[in-house]
Nanobody
Framework: QVQLVESGGGLVQTGGSLRLSCAAS????????MAWFRQAPGKDRELLAR????????YYADSVKGRFTISRDNAKNTVYLEMNSVKPEDTAVYYC????????????WGQGTQVTVSS
């Protein structure tokens, strides 16, 4: 089992910045990928960014490319999402997720943290 705890959400003005954190505990040695998703009311959950735990290679969705940055601290088992130039459409609940080596999907999810961008 892997436990994920997000933090750092809140209210931010359009054009501002916010940094989300996700601390992992438990079977973290088996981590292959960590990712950030978001879900706005009435919309599907959206993959924003992911990072391969061993190599640090990253992927970004077009909607956040150039504005958001995913990073990791292996020693702290923590993944971050730096959000810059935020827009009202970034308002959502943000979740981190963990994919274990050999697993076909993200099996572990955090409880989510609300991000609200005011116009």
């Amino acid at each position: 089992q892997v436990q994920l705890v997000e933090s750092g959400g809140g209210l931010v003005q359009t054009g501002g910045s916010l940094r989300l954190s996700c601390a992992a505990s438990g079977r973290t040695l088996g981590t292959y990928v960590m990712a950030w998703f978001r879900q706005a009311p009435g919309k599907d959950r959206e993959l924003l960014a992911r990072i391969t735990w061993s190599s640090g290679s990253t992927y970004y969705a077009d909607s956040v490319k150039g504005r958001f940055t995913i990073s990791r601290d292996n020693a702290k088992n923590t993944v971050y999402l730096e959000m810059n130039s935020v827009k009202p459409e970034d308002t959502a609940v943000y979740y981190c997720a963990n994919q274990q080596r050999g697993a076909p999907r993200y099996d572990y999810w955090g409880q989510g943290t609300q991000v609200t961008v005011s116009s």
